[in-house]
């Protein structure tokens, strides 16, 4: 696989609509941003959550990455406001445009 490239192919469940996205989905979620590493507390700002909560997430699990990611996924789902959309911009806002585009081709129902 080229640089720069994420591979879903191995994602069997679906993101779907309506636009709302929640713990069901946050397997697929996790799947498709576990490249997201070095900047993980700034795409969890973009997805909207608060300074303290990250910090929260950081304090709890200072080495590990896996366990924040995760953390700050759930996080957000648990806010009942997490979108496929929101979920795509942030990646972006992050420059991970390879993800977001990897997110973007996943299918809907």
């Known amino acids: 696989m ?3 490239y994420v591979s879903l192919s191995n994602i069997k469940i679906i993101i ?5 996205v929640d713990q069901r989905h946050a397997i697929v979620i996790l799947k498709a941003i576990k ?3 070095l ?5 969890g700002t973009f997805l909207g959550l608060s300074d303290a909560v990250i910090q ?4 709890n699990s200072p080495h ?7 953390d700050i996924i759930i996080a957000w ?4 406001t997490a979108t496929r ?5 942030a990646l972006e806002d992050v420059k991970r445009f390879d993800i977001a585009a990897a997110v973007k081709r996943l299918p809907t129902v």
């Open 85 to 89: 959309s929101a979920l795509i911009s």
């Open 35 to 37: 490249d997201v590493v």
């Open 39 to 43: 900047e993980l507390e700034l795409f």
């Open 16 to 20: 779907c609509g309506p636009p709302y």
């Open 2 to 4: 080229a640089e720069g």
């Open 77 to 80: 789902l648990e806010t009942g």
């Open 56 to 59: 929260e997430i950081k304090i």
């Open 64 to 70: 590990e990455v896996q366990t924040r990611r995760k």
